[in-house]
């Protein structure tokens, strides 16, 4: 739940992920701990082996997507470190971070679908009428997002990113991310498992647009079970479903203290993470 590197000190601690620097601070090594957050908040427990599923997924699609755009991976080798370091970090190449995030979605679900019923459009981009919850997008879509330091991140146009990052930046990063969507949608489809969307953050390291962060984790993106897909409703989902089910049958009123989670519950969500890691990658964590 919570990691301590004697002699560094953290830069950063997420809802998931301590982010530490080195001496010369040119790397970062990313921690996954095993914490999860539901409706923004830490749950007071956490999922077994969840952080080690994260990492490794992440080093799956690095490795699987490398030749559609560089990344900031340096190593997964933890000797010198705590032993439970080992399987959960990553050395990484210190990007200077666009701060937009950069999504891509192949269906209308979450807030794609709140704006689409709103305004018949996904930020800013307009979508045939009368799509459903969960529908197949025509094609692909570029959905940009604030990245906010705390709270949520807000769906922004295409113009308000190129804005933020320049016009010509703000359109490698859309065809980068569309590129890295469509590679990874069409490989998952293969393995039963549909991509509904996805976020990726990029950086700049020496000059070079990067891919950084992790990497189409079930905590980054929506898995959805292929065989059960059901346009029309909302799907279910790979990993958070027996918690959301849990958090909402003992009523908490989503505000702090979070609760923490019955041995139960956690162990299937933890079997549930594992299932997604095996299902994509053929391999067993
Ligand atoms: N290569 C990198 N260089 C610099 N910052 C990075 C790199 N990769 C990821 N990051 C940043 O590290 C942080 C990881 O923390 P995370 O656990 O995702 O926290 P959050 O709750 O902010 O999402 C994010 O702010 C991300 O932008
Ligand atoms: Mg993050």
Not at 66 to 75: A, C, E, G, K
Not at 86 to 111: D, K, N, P, T
Not at 266 to 279: F, N
Request: aromatic share 10%.
């Amino acid at each position: 739940m919570e990691t301590n590197l004697p002699g560094y000190v953290p830069i950063a601690r997420g809802k998931v992920r301590d982010v530490y620097a080195s001496g010369d601070g040119g790397r970062l090594l990313i921690v996954a701990t095993d914490r999860i957050s539901a409706f923004d908040f830490i749950l007071a427990t956490g999922i077994p082996d969840k952080g080690r599923v994260l990492t490794q997924m992440t080093l799956f699609w690095l490795d699987f997507l490398r030749d559609v755009t560089p990344n900031h991976f340096l190593s997964a080798d933890m000797t010198g470190l705590p032993p439970e370091f080992e399987g959960r970090s990553m050395w990484v190449r210190r990007a200077e971070m666009f701060q937009v995030e950069c999504v891509a979605r192949g269906y209308l679900a979450g807030s794609g679908w709140k704006d689409y019923q709103r305004t018949g459009a996904v930020c800013g981009v307009p979508l045939p009428a009368g799509l459903q919850e969960s529908s197949a997008l025509p094609e692909p879509i570029f959905t940009p997002a604030t990245k906010a330091q705390s709270g949520h991140d807000e769906n922004i146009s295409f113009e308000q990113a190129a804005k933020i990052v320049g016009a010509e930046t703000a359109a490698k990063l859309r065809d980068l991310t569309l590129a890295l969507y469509r590679r990874a949608a069409e490989y998952a489809r293969t393995r039963g498992i549909l991509i509904a969307d996805t976020k990726f953050e990029f950086g700049v390291v020496d000059g070079q647009i990067v891919l950084a962060d992790e990497v189409l984790t079930p905590d980054s993106s929506r898995f959805w079970p292929a065989d059960r897909y059901q346009p029309g409703r909302s799907q279910p989902s790979y990993d958070k479903q027996f918690v959301r089910d849990y958090l909402e049958s003992i009523h908490w009123n989503k505000q702090p203290p979070a609760p923490g989670l019955p041995e139960d519950v956690a162990q299937r969500t933890s079997e549930k993470y594992k299932e997604a890691y095996q299902a994509l990658t053929g391999r067993a964590l």
